[in-house]
T-cell receptor, first 115, second 113 residues
Framework: AQTVTQSQPEMSVQEAETVTLSCTYDTSESDYYLFWYKQPPSRQMILVIRQEAYKQQNATENRFSVNFQKAAKSFSLKISDSQLGDAAMYFCAYRSGSGTYKYIFGTGTRLKVLA | EAGVAQSPRYKIIEKRQSVAFWCNPISGHATLYWYQQILGQGPKLLIQFQNNGVVDDSQLPKDRFSAERLKGVDSTLKIQPAKLEDSAVYLC???????????FGPGTRLTVL
């Protein structure tokens, strides 16, 4: 069975600085996708970035980028130039590339942005 | 474009009572998901629909939870009878199909006393 592990329950970063959130996963599948979701306080969960396992190039979305290490089964999220609006829970998620395409989420990392 | 709608937003019940949650997905989205998010944990998939058929319900406690998606649009999730450990946020999400991005609703926060 697939698992997703986020070992950092909470992280803090100064405004305008860079922070990296860690995620590891376990799977025996070769076809899968990885995601980072953001859940602001009392607001809806939204997709931040996604990575296809077959792509070697790391995904980037503006200030958000990932470091995808397939052999190590590691998928970290880097947030550059942190802003107060980045404060939220961040969830790493795995989705199979076949079958039911079921999502599996990690336990989340709470990010605090300090002014 | 309207997002995923859920109601109610909050619900407080006594244990052993019944409760139902409603979800209206984004128009045209064939795939609908119900998740349970217990405080301090990530969302756990309870059931996934493709149109009005069930794709995955392996983590749905079928002795007390049920869900349906009549006509492949709106969906309801029911708990009968509720237990203390059912206290959680119930999230509904939808996507065009299983391969595309899922969009989440605001969730229903359930407290079982």
């Amino acid at each position: 069975a697939q698992t997703v592990t986020q070992s950092q329950p909470e992280m803090s970063v100064q405004e305008a600085e860079t922070v990296t959130l860690s995620c590891t996963y376990d799977t025996s599948e070769s076809d899968y996708y990885l995601f980072w979701y953001k859940q602001p306080p009392s607001r809806q969960m939204i997709l931040v970035i996604r990575q296809e396992a077959y792509k070697q190039q790391n995904a980037t979305e503006n200030r958000f980028s990932v470091n995808f290490q397939k052999a190590a089964k590691s998928f970290s999220l880097k947030i550059s130039d942190s802003q107060l609006g980045d404060a939220a829970m961040y969830f790493c998620a795995y989705r199979s590339g076949s079958g039911t395409y079921k999502y599996i989420f990690g336990t989340g990392t709470r990010l605090k942005v300090l002014a | 474009e309207a997002g995923v709608a859920q109601s109610p937003r909050y619900k407080i019940i006594e244990k052993r009572q019944s409760v139902a949650f409603w979800c209206n997905p984004i128009s045209g989205h064939a795939t609908l998901y119900w998740y349970q998010q217990i405080l301090g944990q990530g969302p756990k998939l309870l059931i996934q629909f493709q149109n009005n058929g069930v794709v995955d319900d392996s983590q749905l406690p079928k002795d007390r939870f049920s869900a349906e998606r009549l006509k492949g649009v709106d969906s309801t999730l029911k708990i009968q009878p509720a237990k203390l450990e059912d206290s959680a946020v119930y999230l509904c999400a939808s996507s065009l199909d299983p391969y595309n991005e899922q969009f989440f609703g605001p969730g229903t926060r359930l407290t079982v006393l």
